[in-house]
């Protein structure tokens, strides 16, 4: 009885040593922001800026409304979100949207609505003049409930991400996103005014890492 604990420990220590992950990491760039038609005579030029900061790739994008930081990942987009007027700015969640890779228009969640809840009505995050915020978007449809003893609420990357088997896997299925783009587009609503700003993204390259 010892001797067959002992083989069972021996398994388990080998399973869990023995299982190697291989990630894909996707150079995902902010290449274009699309503004209402009137934006550049009531908002001034537009700037793109890239840079390194905590060893993560940022994209600013920033006019006389708004500056946003993007953090683009697999998974989800962090950003940040600052308010240049003097007036507040509301998110209209409801009528944001992200555009996958293929083209699909997809209902958004950010941060505060429980998965539970991702298809019911969010509320705007309003951002007051001189003000900003910190949040993210992710596609509701990404978020799925798995039932049984393990299971949960969890969630679907953006593209392939993970493998548990080879590198050459995980590579194949992550360079036939290279070269696609996604979309995300926040209403923002000042003075009862909407403005569509529609972020586009590049998939550039994919590296592998362990």
């Not at 894909?24 to 009137?38: G, H, M, N, Q």
């Not at 293929?102 to 003000?131: E, L």
């Not at 587009?185 to 993204?201: A, G, M, S, W």
């Amino acid at each position: 009885m010892k001797y067959f604990n002992y083989l069972c420990i021996v398994f388990v220590v080998l399973l869990m040593f023995g299982c190697v992950s291989y990630r894909a990491i996707y150079d995902i760039t902010l290449s274009e922001v699309e503004r209402p038609s009137d934006a550049k005579e009531r908002y001034g030029e537009p700037s793109i800026v890239s840079f390194e900061e905590e060893g993560k790739t940022k994209y600013s994008f920033e006019d006389e409304m708004i500056k946003i930081i993007w953090i683009p990942t697999s998974v989800q987009f962090y950003f940040t979100l600052a308010n240049k007027t003097s007036h507040s700015i509301k998110i209209e969640w409801d009528e944001a949207v992200y555009v996958n890779e293929d083209g699909m228009s997809q209902r958004v969640m950010h941060s505060g609505v429980k998965y539970i809840d991702r298809n019911s009505p969010q509320p705007p995050t309003t951002i007051v003049r001189n003000a900003t915020i910190s949040d993210i978007v992710m596609p509701s449809d990404n978020v799925y409930f798995v039932s049984g003893k393990y299971g949960g609420w969890t969630e679907k990357p953006l593209f392939p991400n993970v493998s548990m088997t080879s590198e050459q896997e995980i590579m194949s299925k992550a360079k036939e996103y290279i070269g696609k783009k996604v979309q995300i587009l926040l209403p923002l609503k000042i003075e009862d005014v909407v403005n569509e700003y529609i972020f586009v993204f590049n998939i550039k390259d994919v590296k592998i890492s362990q």
